[in-house]
């Protein structure tokens, strides 16, 4: 779960033209109740909505081999610091804070400060089909 967590916060690739460091008010635009697809430069996946309430609903597979499985992260899991979100997570010694960087109209990368070339994660947006009652 705490996993999850930290993907999901990295919470946020169509070149390098477009790409740009969004701060916390364009990050929560941006991602906040849409869904996303994910996958990490680790190999793990997979998708997930993050809420106003920094709570999470998704699911996760680790290193692209496991079967997928949900994941519940309760309000306040994720929280802006400064330009920053950190993730809050039950087990860890350390509070994780990730930068955003937006990559395309519908993706971003989200890395870990201060190790932005070796531990990411790609997002990109989800097209959701709005189901009609006939």
């Known amino acids: 779960m705490a996993r999850f967590a930290a993907l999901v916060a ?5 070149g390098p033209a477009l790409a740009q460091n969004m701060n916390t008010e364009e ?4 991602v906040t109740g849409k869904l996303f697809s994910f996958r990490c430069v680790d190999g793990s996946g997979g ?4 809420y106003a309430d920094g709570s999470v609903i998704g699911k996760i597979q680790s290193n692209g081999s496991e079967p997928e499985r949900p994941v519940w992260l309760p309000p306040g899991t994720l929280r802006v610091q400064g330009n920053l979100v950190c993730a809050s997570l039950k087990g860890l010694s350390f509070e ?5 960087t937006r990559t395309g109209e519908r993706s971003f990368r ?3 400060n201060g190790m932005d070339l070796i531990a ?3 997002f990109s947006r989800v097209a959701e089909v709005e189901r009609r009652a006939r």
């Open 27 to 30: 990050a929560q635009r941006f």
């Open 110 to 112: 989200g890395s870990v």
């Open 120 to 122: 990411y994660c790609d």
């Open 10 to 14: 990295i919470s946020l690739a169509a």
């Open 96 to 100: 994780p804070c990730f930068n955003l």
């Open 47 to 50: 998708s997930g909505r993050i």
